[in-house]
């Protein structure tokens, strides 16, 4: 019987040890190989060094309306502060149903002050913005100046007066 208990012993020791050590040890952190191959997808994009010298064509608030990129044949713009912008080149984010549409084919820059996507505040008056958030529509109207193409001016919004 002590033979058994010694034999029983030799072979469960080593099977416990080995069990300990295996569901002891820290788990290793996972971290995603990186793939060069591919950069992240973004909406951000870099500040552009090819853009074309600034136009300012007059455009009407309802001129304007025509290129809320529902016509394919039509460039996408986008006003802030009266300034227009071509947006054509990220359809995927100012095209119809996208999250930004919301700002194509007129001045939204009331809502885009408010960081707001609501239809009642992508309206062109923006006097009614406390410093916080005409800060924020400043910021935005220099970063779509880095990026976008400006293609003129609207001819007969609240910014035109201001």
């Known amino acids: 019987m002590l033979e058994l208990v010694k034999l ?3 072979f469960v020791l080593p099977v416990l040890y080995l069990f300990y050590r295996h569901y002891s040890r820290p788990l290793p952190i996972a971290v995603p190989a990186e793939d060069n191959q591919k950069p992240l997808k973004t909406i951000m994009q870099a ?3 090819d853009l074309a010298p600034p136009k300012d064509d007059p ?3 309802e001129q304007l309306k025509q290129y809320d990129g529902t016509d394919p044949s039509k460039p996408i713009l986008v006003a802030i502060k009266g300034t227009i912008f071509d947006v054509t080149a990220k359809a995927e984010v100012y095209g119809p149903g996208k999250s930004y549409n919301i700002f194509a084919g007129k001045d939204g820059s009331r809502g885009l002050g408010m960081s707001s996507l609501k239809p009642d505040d992508a309206v062109a008056d923006y006097k009614t913005l406390d410093e916080k958030d005409m800060k924020v529509l400043d910021d935005w109207h220099a970063f779509f100046s880095k990026r ?3 293609v003129g ?3 007969d919004g609240p910014s035109s007066n201001m």
């Open 59 to 61: 455009f009407t608030t």
């Open 8 to 10: 029983g012993l030799a």
């Open 47 to 49: 500040p552009k060094t």
């Open 153 to 155: 001016k609207v001819s």
């Open 148 to 150: 976008y193409n400006i």
